[in-house]
């Protein structure tokens, strides 16, 4: 049982919405932690672009796509919370960061009178997303609150074992 009163509890359920999100995305993901380290911060942290640079260049659809995805799982920490409070306030635990990143990420893609309505259609998504994966939210919720880290490996495990 999730118990949002703790707060590595909350940290967890926000950092494995992340993880999910991005495994079943395809974006790669380095690592999670909720480690309250010097900068007091615990964190998910995500691979490089798949492709280099030239390749981008020569496919602009596809560094959008990239680009989308990534906006989802910056997202999918405050959809993960949401799912639990019912709330989607943007001061809740490590939330104000990730929208702030979401939103510039998202005005390099759409005109400016899209942004919000683009963010809000991704948090829509990402919750879907992470309703449906639900079990693999815990699974890694669990294995952070029991190891308080995880790399790479361990990660995509967790959420490819469909029960």
Same mark, same amino acid.
């Given at each position: 049982?999730?118990?949002?009163?703790?707060?590595r509890?909350?940290?967890?359920?926000?950092?494995?919405?992340?993880?999910?999100?991005?495994?079943?995305?395809?974006?790669?993901?380095?690592?999670?932690?909720?480690?309250?380290?010097?900068?007091?911060?615990?964190?998910?942290?995500?691979?490089?672009?798949?492709?280099?640079?030239?390749?981008?260049?020569?496919?602009?659809?596809?560094?959008?796509?990239?680009?989308?995805?990534?906006?989802?799982?910056?997202?999918a920490?405050?959809?993960?919370?949401?799912?639990?409070?019912?709330?989607?306030?943007?001061?809740?635990?490590?939330?104000?960061?990730?929208?702030?990143?979401?939103?510039? @990420?998202?005005? *390099?893609?759409? $005109?400016? /009178? =899209? +942004?919000?309505?683009? %963010?809000?259609?991704?948090?829509?998504? &990402? #919750?879907?997303? @992470?309703?449906? *994966?639900?079990? $693999?939210? /815990? =699974? +890694?919720?669990?294995? %952070?609150?029991?190891?308080?880290?995880? &790399? #790479?490996e361990? @990660?995509?495990?967790?959420?490819?074992?469909?029960?």
């Amino acid at each position: 049982m999730i118990d949002l009163s703790d707060p590595r509890s909350h940290a967890a359920v926000h950092e494995a919405g992340h993880v999910v999100a991005a495994v079943v995305l395809g974006v790669d993901v380095e690592g999670a932690s909720i480690t309250q380290g010097a900068d007091d911060d615990a964190r998910v942290l995500l691979g490089p672009l798949p492709h280099p640079a030239a390749f981008y260049l020569a496919n602009p659809l596809a560094l959008r796509e990239e680009m989308e995805k990534r906006v989802l799982v910056l997202m999918a920490g405050w959809a993960a919370v949401s799912v639990l409070t019912g709330e989607y306030r943007r001061s809740s635990f490590g939330c104000e960061r990730d929208f702030e990143q979401a939103e510039e @990420l998202a005005k *390099r893609l759409y $005109e400016p /009178e =899209s +942004v919000i309505s683009c %963010l809000n259609r991704s948090r829509q998504q &990402v #919750r879907g997303l @992470l309703l449906s *994966r639900w079990r $693999e939210v /815990e =699974s +890694v919720c669990d294995y %952070l609150l029991e190891h308080e880290s995880a &790399v #790479r490996e361990t @990660l995509v495990d967790l959420v490819s074992k469909r029960v």
